[in-house]
């Protein structure tokens, strides 16, 4: 990224509200590229997303008016799965993709992988060529296919 690209830094819970209104424009913008809903977001109590920064490892891409991309990793839960993290919530305001912020947020995201986690996992949605090419450019390999994974509002399947 060049001078002018966006900062990239780990949130915190002071960001909570604007990393909420993000995943929230994510979800009702893009409701099948996520597994989660914009209600499911809602109904979270926004002291659960400060919880979320402080436990996770997420972070932001910021301009001037505030946050143009986030991505989180977390560690999978027990003593014999901590070696392990998944990435989740990736995502780029339309304004700004095609202009390295993605690769930014991901290259933040790895740094902190490479010194914590032996592997990092994630889940993309099938049909989502764009993200399937990225994080393929990022290393990342199929494992399996989950059918039926996510029961849309409408009564579909992803």
Known sequence: ??????????????DAPGFRAMRLMAFRTQPREFRYSEDDEARQDISRTVQRLEQDHVIGAFDAAGLVGIGGIAAEQGDRLRHKAVLWGMYVAPDWRGRGVADGIMSALMD??????????????????????????????????DPRAIRMEDGSYL
């Open 1 to 14: 990224m060049d001078a002018s690209s966006p900062a990239i830094r780990r949130l915190g819970g002071v």
């Open 112 to 145: 902190h992988a490479a010194r914590t986690y032996e592997r990092v996992n994630l889940t993309v949605v099938d049909g989502n060529e764009r993200a399937i090419r990225f994080y393929r450019r990022w290393g990342f390999r199929p494992l399996g296919t």
